[in-house]
């Protein structure tokens, strides 16, 4: 590996550790928003845990595609 590709991996490593960090903490919040669902206090409350589920399903999606592209762009290591 040169030290280019290296400085690459180095610098990469932060923002992996941050997308690797929040695929852990997305299937919780999956969780509490289904809850939240099947608890079905009112239609408001509802809203805001579909929208809940719904961006963090996208999220996990998005975040899973950008760490595939840094491992085939060598930001990963």
């Known amino acids: 590996m040169s ?3 290296w400085a690459t991996v180095e ?3 932060l923002t992996n ?3 690797i960090k929040l ?3 997305l299937p919780e ?3 509490m928003a289904q809850e939240g669902i099947a608890d079905n206090l009112d239609a408001r409350c509802v809203a805001v845990f579909e929208r809940l589920l719904s ?4 999220l996990e999606r998005s ?3 950008e760490l595939n592209g840094h491992v085939m762009r060598g930001k990963w290591g």
Request: no cysteine; proline share 0%.
């Open 3 to 5: 030290s280019e590709q």
């Open 11 to 13: 610098r990469s490593r």
């Open 17 to 19: 550790a941050i997308h």
């Open 23 to 25: 695929l852990t903490i």
């Open 29 to 31: 919040l999956q969780a």
């Open 55 to 58: 961006e963090a399903e996208y």
């Open 63 to 65: 975040i899973k595609a």
